[in-house]
């Protein structure tokens, strides 16, 4: 296994169509999209919240803010915070256009022992009004690849620990009535719709990430 959080290794989208409203409305819409799936990534041990980052505002240029959570997400207050953070800096009606929720998530490792990673996964929405928003999951960590990322073979790891992502991935769809979307592939991966494979050659051979 290689060290957690240091690159992305992988992510997935969800195309939510609805509407963002404007306003207070619209963050608390927001909030509550990565509410939804920070129950579902909690339940399942991946995220903890601990942390919500405003990390750019539509049609302002305020600087980057940082929440600190206790493992929920609750969408009233965290959105007047946001508020009164736009407020003090001279744009009441600023709204968020891109968040990010992050904290620790567990894994096992290839005796089933549970660990704890900082930065596991995450979750980022961004807003485009009109055009709906879109979640994305993304990961940090190889134990969801049958190779480690310097190519060495990790059956028990990726046995006890992609199982877990794909019901996530499962999990997020029937919560958010969506099909996910595997996104583009990645320097350490390719992302298929419920997990992960490790790269190849063309003589098929897994190439080692983190010299290639």
């Known amino acids: 296994m290689h060290p957690r959080g240091s690159a992305l290794v992988g992510w997935w989208m969800f195309e939510l169509e609805d509407p963002v409203p404007a306003g207070v409305e619209g963050v608390e819409y927001l909030l509550g999209r990565l509410s939804v ?5 909690s339940e399942a041990s991946f995220l ?29 207050p965290l959105a007047d915070q946001l508020g009164a953070f736009a407020a003090e800096h001279g744009a009441p009606e600023a709204q968020p256009s891109k968040l990010r929720l992050s904290g620790p998530g567990r894994y096992f490792d290839a005796s089933g022992e549970v ?25 940090y960590s190889d134990v969801w690849l049958p190779y480690d990322l310097t190519a060495r073979p990790q059956p028990e790891v990726w046995r006890r620990n992609a199982p877990r992502l794909e019901a996530v991935l499962r999990q997020l769809e029937a ?27 063309v003589r098929d051979e897994v190439i080692d990430t983190l010299t290639w």
């Not at 660990?115 to 990961?139: F, P």
């Not at 958010?176 to 050659?201: C, M, Q, S, W």
């Open 48 to 76: 903890v919240p601990s942390k919500l980052e405003c990390r750019r505002w539509k049609a302002f240029k305020l600087p980057v803010v940082a929440l600190p959570l206790d493992g929920v997400v609750e969408p009233g």
């Open 115 to 139: 660990h704890v990673d900082d930065r596991l996964c995450d979750l980022e929405i961004t807003n485009y009004r009109t055009h709906g928003s879109i979640l994305v999951l993304s990961v």
């Open 37 to 41: 799936a920070a129950a579902v990534l």
């Open 175 to 201: 919560a958010f009535g969506v099909e996910v979307e595997p996104g583009e592939p990645t320097k350490h991966a390719e992302i298929l719709r419920y997990g992960l494979d490790n790269l190849r050659d």
